[in-house]
């Protein structure tokens, strides 16, 4: 005998009664007449922790218990064992429960690491450059608005480079409109930037920095590395599955510990670590296949990082990798 309560399905009155499982069928006890129901129109609600079962009856009917043990045991003796019975056994252990978070844990660490730059880098090779431009409409402007001031170098100098630039770019044939611009680039110094549409542009205080022209020329070779290997389309693509991730797993982000939240913007770090990579690569290959001197590239970025190649800091928070493993300096001797 199972004891609980009976509800008729007419009203939110409640008798106390029990119920007996038989070979075939239920029988309901303590009401004015025995209630005989056939197992075969029962439902019997799924083990959830010690939350009260309750058995679906013909009519709207429940019957309802807090005996849990019996109806598991009732239940299997009737042979209406079910597939929700194997997954409270399983998460009543915690072994397997803590083996299962460790299984998910990684499955998803390696999807977000390795799983989603693939499907990011598979989607930027099929989608037409006519994405990148739209992702780079207006950008230019916005920048030229809020972050940049207009260039104070010579309209001779830049004509030079821009000349120089059109040779690079003129054997590419990706799709992509490559320009070169110059501004002022203000409190952000000697830098270079790709947008997407293939718009490069470089601050006075970078062209004042570098040395000789192979220096500049090295600069932008790494730029146009990001433009070629589609680094915005796939770091926004990549981005959006990193966080996709997070709050398929985590919830709303928005509300876990500092911790959790901040583990896209480490990977997304190290994305654009990884990108910056490419483009490094690209950069020497461009240069050896042009006779450009590899020691050009050491140059201007040790003499833009101030000389320092250790590495210091908080190289796991750096969008970029560190200069001492881009670029051998004079400090490494």
Request: hydrophobic letters at 45%.
């Amino acid at each position: 005998m199972i004891t609980g309560r009976y509800f008729d399905g007419k009203s939110s009155a409640s008798h106390d009664a029990t119920l007996e499982f038989g070979a075939d069928a239920v029988t309901v006890r303590g009401l004015a007449q025995d209630l005989v129901v056939p197992l075969a129109q029962i439902d019997i609600s799924d083990r959830i922790a010690n939350i009260a079962r309750r058995i679906a009856l013909p009519g709207g009917a429940l019957f309802e218990t807090a005996d849990n043990d019996a109806v598991d045991r009732a239940r299997d003796a009737a042979g209406l064992q079910t597939k929700a019975a194997l997954v409270h056994w399983l998460e009543s252990r915690w072994p397997i429960s803590l083996a299962a978070l460790a299984l998910v844990v990684i499955a998803a660490f390696s999807f977000m690491r390795w799983g989603i730059p693939a499907v990011a880098s598979w989607t930027a090779r099929v989608l037409p450059p006519e994405v990148d431009r739209a992702i780079g409409s207006g950008t230019l402007e916005l920048l030229d608005e809020y972050v940049f001031l207009a260039s104070d170098l010579r309209i001779e100098r830049q004509r030079e480079l821009q000349a120089r630039f059109e040779q690079m770019t003129a054997p590419l044939r990706d799709g992509h409109e490559y320009r070169l611009e110059f501004r002022d680039g203000g409190d952000i110094g000697a830098n270079a930037f790709a947008l997407p549409s293939g718009i490069i542009v470089m601050t006075d205080d970078l062209v004042a920095e570098a040395r000789s022209d192979d220096e500049i020329v090295a600069v932008l070779a790494h730029e146009i590395g990001h433009v070629r290997g589609r680094h915005a389309l796939r770091q926004m693509l990549e981005a959006a599955g990193v966080s996709a991730m997070s709050v398929a797993l985590l919830g709303d982000v928005s509300s876990i510990t500092g911790v959790l939240n901040a583990t896209p913007v480490l990977l997304n770090a190290k994305i654009s670590r990884d990108f910056e990579t490419e483009a490094d690569h690209f950069a020497r290959q461009w240069m050896r296949e042009n006779g450009v001197p590899q020691a050009s590239f050491d140059a201007i970025l040790c003499r833009i990082a101030g000389g320092k190649s250790d590495g210091t800091g908080y190289d796991f928070l750096a969008t970029h990798p560190p200069t001492r493993e881009r670029a051998k300096c004079e400090d490494d001797n």
